[in-house]
């Protein structure tokens, strides 16, 4: 905000209208605070203006504080003195008037007002936990006072947003408006009818309704494996807990004190940098953001499989009609069967009423063949991952789908160049690689060729962003950027059994570590042969490709994973839980003793830094040869597209914690030991010897 101040105060009648005006969303940035308190004062000392209301312009109330500003060294102000003290204490009635988003210290003004009114369609939240810090005013003193403990308690730890309908039920909305209303208007009218009720309805006068002294360790006990080693859910619990045994200013002395304990810790640091690297993603350095985005309204699947059915259904989940085929009746009822099941299991669980399964369901049209979805605006091919399966595919929906449709690919790996090639309008085609399953996880590789245009680029980011998906771009490279920089950690937990590890220690690291699911555990569950079948591809092009004997060997005895009840690990019928097997273990001996390898014991943080650091110079080199970005798009990938701990920022954040030096000295050494496939990038050498972050890592221009 140049110049204009962020927040004004005008006369409207009686009513005087304090109004913040700091885009796009109102955070507390620099002056928006502090003009509210002067703008406040202003007011209460002028006998014309009665009563007050505060209200947001543009699209939203106010949405927290300015998170950019954590972490620097922000003045602090005691507590007494903070704007929501102030607004407390007005000795004219505040009017607090929401819509769009009143989170964070935005609803925490909103509590401290004397009243709330809000449009259905807001949304009122206290975030904070997400970014790794706790509410900071007040609000985990006075939301348990305006809603009881239990509802308090489950807002502030979870960080949702409620809806303001939601929001009225609970007691933090006062007035909930018709959609249509003028929100000033109403406001303003609200303020004359209650311009004379005293005292004021000041929350923080009101005592905490504790249904039962159970809730807080209830609370730690089932946030336990989600909110492993992490500090700021439990400072959540803490400061609620305060607020149920403190007065009110005790209280938020004791919120203060956790606040600054973690407003810079690395967690914080963290989530922070992940927030922002969500949004950067975006971003097409070399694409203008003006780039015309071609128009859609419906989208078509070729392929009914696990993938196909996924993606058909993040379009249903979005409210856009899709058509999908599949070779045979039978694999499209098939897939459609699965759909069905798939939905039937969310509602089950209930997260989906039976009304919106009905309503996703009849978004999605099976139809006989290509000459029914030659009218869609883009078709996305999802079918078996072989290129002289993909290629005849491309050519058809070449010849059959209307002029200005985008053929987008769902491959994996495979070369986005050769699919284009295959068709008339390459400018028009480009991947767009989901990840399983791909109506659950958000990240949407979105793969530039070299024929792909701007349009068809900017297009497959919208669409991706329009199915609720973090759309990142990649270049065509074998593997893209996601699974390319992913595929040295999967070749180094194999390589580490051969020295000696069991599946089921890597899978503890991995988990203690963060990650919801071992590696082991996840290919047991997403199939071995999958893996077997791509290795068999790349040691057919590339004899010197590593190849992985233990892990051949149990897909060759039949050991596909779950689905075959034993994998890496052993199952009990219709259980999921891995057991370690025996067998296994004599397998990983016999074939190590074959390869001659001397076998030895590793510490976790070993197994940890062999898998991880892999990666990371792999990402290195990727950066260098230009297909991604930044490297906070490759912290996006391994965000959404892996289940890296998002409390640790992803990949390269990680690293950073390490140091570049350190990382580099470790790959040199074990480049020494094993061989090139540690040698380390260049990039990467550059780093250390500059003393750059990885953060601050620069990609050479994009490269398709
Ligand atoms: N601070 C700084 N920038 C913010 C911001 C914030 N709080 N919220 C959004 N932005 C930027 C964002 O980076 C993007 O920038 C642009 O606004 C549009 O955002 C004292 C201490 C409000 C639901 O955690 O959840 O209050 O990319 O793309 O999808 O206790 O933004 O355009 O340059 O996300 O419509 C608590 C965080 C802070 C809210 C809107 N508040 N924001 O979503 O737009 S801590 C939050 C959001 C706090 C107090 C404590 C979302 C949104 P650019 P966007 P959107």
């Given at each position: 905000m140049s110049g204009a101040t962020p927040v004004s105060l005008e006369r409207q009648g009686d009513v005087g209208v304090i109004t913040v005006n700091y885009p796009p969303v109102n955070a507390l940035g620099p002056g928006v605070a502090e003009g509210i308190k002067d703008r406040l004062a202003r007011a209460n000392i002028d006998?014309?203006?009665k009563a007050i209301v505060l209200i947001g312009a543009g699209r939203s109330f106010i949405a927290g504080a300015d998170i950019r500003g954590f972490g620097t060294n922000r003045q602090r102000l005691p507590l007494g003195q903070r704007v929501y003290d102030t607004l407390d204490a007005s000795s004219k009635p505040v009017i607090a008037a929401i819509h769009g988003y009143a989170l964070g210290g935005g609803l925490e003004i909103a509590l401290a007002c004397h009243y709330r009114m809000a449009l259905p369609s807001a949304k009122v939240g206290l975030p904070e936990v997400l970014i790794?810090?706790?509410?900071?005013?007040g609000g985990t003193q006075r939301l348990p006072r305006l809603i009881g403990a239990k509802a308090a308690l489950e807002m502030i730890v979870t960080g949702r947003h409620v809806p303001a309908t939601e929001a009225k039920r609970l007691g933090i909305i006062d007035e909930l408006l018709p959609e249509t209303a003028d929100l000033l208007e109403s406001a303003i009218a609200f303020a004359m009818r209650i311009v004379d009720v005293r005292p004021l309805p000041r929350v923080r006068n009101r005592s905490v309704r504790l249904e039962d002294r159970g809730i807080f360790e209830a609370m730690r006990k089932s946030i336990a494996r989600r909110a492993r080693n992490q500090k700021a859910p439990y400072a959540c619990i803490g400061a609620v807990e305060a607020a149920c045994a403190l007065p009110f200013d005790e209280g938020c002395q004791c919120e203060a004190n956790l606040f600054k304990e973690l407003e810079d810790s690395p967690e914080a640091r963290a989530l922070r940098y992940a927030f922002f690297i969500e949004r950067e993603?975006?971003?097409?350095?070399?694409?203008?953001?003006?780039t015309p985005v071609r128009d859609f309204s419906n989208a078509a699947v070729v392929g009914a499989g696990t993938m196909g059915g996924g993606i058909a259904m993040s379009f249903a989940d979005f409210g856009l009609p899709v058509k999908i085929i599949d070779a045979t009746p039978e694999a499209l009822e098939r897939g459609m069967q699965r759909i069905r099941d798939n939905y039937a299991t969310s509602v089950r669980r209930g997260s989906l009423s039976e009304d919106q399964m009905q309503r996703r369901l009849a978004r999605i049209e099976p139809v006989a063949g290509y000459e029914d979805i030659a009218d869609c605006d883009l078709v996305i091919e999802a079918v078996f991952e072989e290129m002289d399966v993909k290629k005849p595919v491309f050519a058809k929906l070449d010849e059959v789908m209307k002029p200005g449709a985008l053929l987008f690919s769902n491959t994996s790996a495979l070369d986005i160049d050769q699919l284009a090639e295959m068709t008339r309008r390459p400018k028009d085609v480009a991947g767009t690689h989901f990840f399983s399953p791909a109506n659950v996880m958000k990240l949407l590789e979105v793969v530039r060729s070299k024929h792909s245009s701007p349009e068809t680029l900017a297009t497959a980011m919208q669409m991706g962003r329009r199915i609720g998906k973090l759309s990142a771009m990649a270049g065509n490279?074998?593997?893209?950027v996601a699974n390319r920089s992913r595929a040295p950690f999967n070749t180094e937990m194999v390589i580490l059994l051969e020295e000696g590890c069991l599946p089921e220690q890597v899978d503890k690291v991995m988990v203690d570590f963060g990650y919801p699911m071992g590696p082991f555990a996840v290919g047991d569950l997403a199939g071995l042969d999958i893996g077997y079948a791509s290795r068999k591809r790349r040691a057919a092009e590339n004899p010197n490709f590593r190849k992985q004997p233990i892990a051949d060997r149990l897909v060759e005895m039949g050991r596909h994973g779950q689905k075959t009840g034993a994998g890496w690990y052993r199952y009990e019928k219709g259980d999921r839980t891995p057991h370690p097997d025996p067998e296994v273990a004599a397998i990983i001996k016999e074939v190590a003793t074959g390869l001659g390898i001397a076998q030895r014991t590793f510490t976790d943080e070993a197994v940890l830094r062999r898998l991880l650091f892999s990666s990371v110079n792999e990402a290195c080199k990727i950066l260098e040869e230009g297909k991604a970005y930044r490297p906070g798009d490759v912290d996006v990938m391994w965000l959404?597209?892996?289940?890296?701990?998002r409390y640790r920022g992803g990949l390269f954040f990680w690293a950073d914690t390490i140091g570049v030096r350190e990382v580099y000295n470790q790959i040199a050494a074990w480049h020494q030991q094993?061989?090139?496939?540690?040698?380390?990038?260049r990039l990467l050498r550059d780093l250390a010897e500059s003393g750059t972050s990885f953060r601050e890592a620069r990609a050479a221009p994009f490269a398709a």
């Open positions: 006998p014309a203006i790794g810090i706790l509410p900071g005013g993603v975006a971003r097409l350095p070399d694409i203008p953001a003006n490279t074998d593997g893209f959404h597209g892996f289940g890296f701990p094993y061989g090139d496939r540690w040698a380390p990038s």
